[in-house]
């Protein structure tokens, strides 16, 4: 499988933080979990994972949120069930990049993640860790 490597896996930092998910996929309705979020994707923890290349629209239900946030996303990468029985990963599932269209929610989005971030590690933690990744050169 060409899967992208750990390090093009992280080019954002990521948190553990577990919200509700909801998307429709073939007139399926799917409610799944995240594991880990960053503002360029999260990782949703399924046994049922959509294609690579598949883009679709999903809620993400974010606790100080009245309404939940519409997010267009692509299925970057997947965790088959084989591959945790075989210790190469803690759960399966399908890590999802965030996708923008004209006139799209990224500032949004940037915020709500922002947000759950701090709240997750706290300011003095989040602050840290972004000033080390920006620090770190990019892929390429």
Known sequence: MDEPSQAERRQELRAPIELKVEYKRLNTFFADYTRNISRGGTFIRTTRPLPIGTEFLFKLFVPH???PLRVQGEVQWIVSEAEVEEG???EPGMGIRFTYRQGSTQEEIDRVVERLMVDSLGQRLYSKLMDQSRDKPGPG
């Open 65 to 67: 949120l009245g309404e």
């Open 88 to 90: 190469k990963h803690p």
